[in-house]
């Protein structure tokens, strides 16, 4: 039977009608200009609706034709999108328009995507937003979410939003090419989101065969079919002190994973200082490594399955002390909780951290040779260019040097797999964020946080991810399914 497309997205066009419009219909719906839909589009993307409506506000009340972005600077404009995602390379493209604009389509907004890539700062998705959004000709916009649910409905299966496009102008029946994006956007954002998604009351559960899917847990709901299939979901976080973590929804995000086994770094934190609610979770095993000095370091594992065995550090003092390696065992595998020594300013400690680097290293080479090794932790280092945002200015900071990066070519080398790379090759994808400058809402980040098997384990891994939607640390949740 195939899938019935048209009866799904004409159920969830009636659903979504109470969402929440994303923010490019609703300029749409403001205005049919096609210059401030391609505005608004260019300024959307890598960035949350609201901050992308705030900007577009501000934009618009200084601009209203192509002609009047000429009379400002790329500084004015980079202070009046500020904080949307990349605010320097949009200021910059904006910038650029009226010139492309006017030299190569005699000053309108081209109606087609072959033309409208054309122009700084448009790539397939914002061209066939436009096209559709601003003209109301058929085109197929895929971003992210119309990737995802296309290929969680099994409609497609495809690896990238571009090869979703082409499946998709084959098959999808043309009267849906424009609706398309918004019904999905508003469908992905409010019930089938990334991390979790709330299947439990979705109005097409029934008809949904959730490829993938690992819905989120509710209380007195029997859990998913996956974990019969023995997969099992493992979370690392860097929390940034346990205690704060707490005051900012920790609980609340724990409960939702749902996860058999979550790992934590930088607890910063004593168990006998900590809250009942936490040291005994009910359903987990819990398993401490404070650090001796009071406030700093430590790690933490939760764990429905009680392990085998618990070994606390490497067995040398000089790391001990500081509570970063925590191994639980397993029948079948060994998990690794570590907090990565930070090689500070001036790499004053890079010492250090390649001699602890050396210690796991080799602890993992032994394991190996028994059983499954899982590696999760805060390795604060960003292995490649493709793992930061400014690689060039970060080449001798801590956390890019050269010296830190070669540890972790040696351990790809030997046939361990960094888990997250294995599925996803795209840039921006970032786990740690400055709490300065705002560099968060803008995704000027590192991708610090890991997970990393041994060579004979990668079949094992069905999938890898980064919830950078959580917040309540400067870093991000990591996870794997592990089979």
Known sequence: MSFPIAEILDILRTEVAEYEVPVVDLIAAQTKDPFKVLVATILSARTKDEVTAAA????????????????????????????VGFYRNKAKYLAALPGVLEQEFGGRVPDTVEELVKLPGVGRKTANLVVAVAF?????????????????????ETSTPLQTEMALRDTLPMRYWIPVNSILVAFGQGTCKPRLPHCDRCVIEHLCPQKGVKPRRVAGVPRSSSMANGIKKMVSWNVNGLRAAMKKGFLDVFHEFDADIFGLQEIKALPDQLPDEVKSIPGYHAYWYPA????????????????????????????????RVLTLEFDEFYFINVYFPNA???????????????????????????????????????????????????????????EERAWLDEVISAGYVDTFR?????????????????????NIGWRIDYFVVDPGSRDRVKNAFIHDEITGSDHCPVSIDFF
């Open 56 to 83: 577009s506000r501000r934009l618009f009340s200084r601009v209203d034709t192509s002609d009047d972005l000429t009379g400002l600077t790329v500084a004015e404009l980079e202070k009046i999108v500020f904080p």
């Open 136 to 156: 109301n000709k058929p085109a197929i916009c895929v971003d992210t979410h119309v990737h995802r649910i296309m290929n969680i409905w099994g409609y497609v």
């Open 292 to 323: 001796q000095k009071k406030g700093y370091s430590g790690t933490a594992v939760f764990s429905k399955k009680e392990p085998v065995n618990v070994v606390y550090g490497l067995d040398r003092e000089e790391f001990d002390s500081e509570g």
């Open 344 to 402: 500070q300013h001036g790499l004053k400690r890079l010492d250090y951290k390649l001699a602890f680097n050396r210690e796991v290293l080799a602890m993992m080479e032994r394991l190996a040779k028994e059983k499954s090794v899982i590696l999760c932790g805060d390795l604060n280092v960003a292995h490649r260019e493709i793992d930061l945002a400014n690689p060039q200015s970060n080449q001798k900071n801590p956390g890019f040097s050269p």
């Open 422 to 442: 294995q599925f996803n090759q795209e840039p921006q994808h970032y786990s740690w964020w400055s709490y300065r400058f705002n560099a968060r809402a803008r």
